[in-house]
C-alpha cells in the first residue's frame, strides 16, 4: 500500500480473518508483516487445497527454492509475473535495491495487464524514475 507496509499489514489481516484459506491474502498478509519489520517472521504453511504453483510460491518465500528454481517452475507469463514480483519482494526485504528494481522491470516485461503484481510493479518503478 505504497510503501506503508504497516497499513499493509493490518489490511491484510483483516482480510486473512475474512477469508482463511486465500493463498495470496496469507502470503500478502506476511509479506507485508515482514517488511514493516524488516525481517522475516515464521514460515508460511500450506493451505488446505493449494495448487502446485502455489505451493512453489509458498516454498520460494520460505527460501527452500532459488530464484532460478522458481522461474523454472513458472509454466507462462502469468506465473513469471507472479514469480518475479516475489523474487522483488524477497530482494527489498534483503535492502537490494538493484535487484528489486530489476525483478520489478522482468514483472512489467510480462504485460500481464490484470495483475496487480503488474499494476504495482509499474506504479514503484514510475516513482523510482
Not at 102 to 127: D, F, T
Amino acid at each position: 500500500i505504497n510503501g506503508d507496509y504497516i497499513k499493509a499489514k493490518q489490511v491484510y489481516k483483516k482480510a486473512k480473518l475474512a477469508f482463511t484459506n486465500d493463498v495470496y491474502i496469507n502470503l500478502k498478509h506476511q509479506i507485508s508483516a515482514d517488511l514493516s519489520q524488516n525481517k522475516s517472521s515464521t514460515p508460511l504453511t500450506y493451505i488446505k487445497n493449494m495448487t502446485d504453483w502455489e505451493k512453489t510460491l509458498y516454498d520460494y518465500y520460505n527460501r527452500k527454492l532459488k530464484n532460478e528454481e522458481l522461474i523454472g517452475y513458472a509454466k507462462d507469463a502469468c506465473e513469471l509475473t507472479e514469480a518475479y514480483f516475489l523474487q522483488a519482494i524477497i530482494a527489498k526485504q534483503q535492502k537490494n535495491q538493484e535487484e528489486f528494481k530489476m525483478y520489478l522491470e522482468k514483472v512489467a516485461e510480462q504485460k500481464v495487464y490484470s495483475y496487480s503484481e503488474y499494476l504495482m510493479a509499474k506504479g514503484i518503478l514510475n516513482k523510482m524514475k
